[in-house]
């Protein structure tokens, strides 16, 4: 059906802080909303080092692309934002290895602080 949209919101994800969903796909995209260091359990890591903070929102990013149908070679967006942005060069790697060889538009934005004392968030745009 031309201009359906769908909520996704992953049975392997805490379910999500507020009025949102963690995906949704409109059209021939998925917009996958801003995700933060949740563990599936809902365990949040605000104590965790910057490193393992960014690899779970990675894992949030790429699990929430899954059960839309799509992947990370799929991606086309990336937002990331930092607390800090001498954090910058451990996250680029991190997310090189996470990426492989998929290179979609990003930005890197630092902001003063992100919800329950997080280090990153990251949301991001997919095609199906």
């Given at each position: 059906?031309?201009?359906?949209?769908?909520?996704?919101?992953?049975?392997?994800?805490?379910?999500?802080?507020?009025?949102?969903?963690?995906?949704?796909?409109?059209?021939?995209?998925?917009?996958?909303?801003?995700?933060?260091?949740?563990?599936?359990?809902?365990?949040?890591?605000?104590?965790?080092?910057?490193?393992?903070?960014?690899?779970?929102?990675?894992?949030?990013?790429?699990?929430?692309?899954?059960?839309?149908?799509?992947?990370?070679?799929?991606?086309?967006?990336?937002?990331?934002?930092?607390?800090?942005?001498?954090?910058?060069?451990?996250?680029?790697?991190i997310?090189?290895?996470?990426?492989?060889?998929?290179?979609?538009?990003?930005?890197?934005?630092?902001?003063?602080?992100?919800?329950?004392g997080?280090?990153i968030?990251?949301?991001?745009?997919?095609?199906?």
């Amino acid at each position: 059906m031309a201009g359906e949209i769908r909520a996704i919101n992953p049975e392997d994800m805490a379910p999500p802080g507020g009025h949102y969903s963690h995906a949704v796909v409109a059209g021939n995209l998925v917009f996958v909303s801003g995700q933060l260091p949740i563990r599936p359990d809902g365990v949040k890591l605000a104590d965790a080092s910057f490193e393992e903070q960014a690899k779970q929102v990675l894992a949030n990013v790429a699990a929430a692309l899954r059960s839309a149908g799509t992947s990370v070679e799929r991606l086309v967006q990336v937002r990331v934002y930092v607390t800090d942005i001498a954090s910058w060069p451990s996250f680029n790697a991190i997310y090189a290895a996470w990426a492989g060889a998929s290179r979609p538009a990003r930005a890197v934005v630092p902001v003063p602080e992100l919800h329950y004392g997080f280090k990153i968030e990251v949301e991001a745009i997919a095609a199906l």
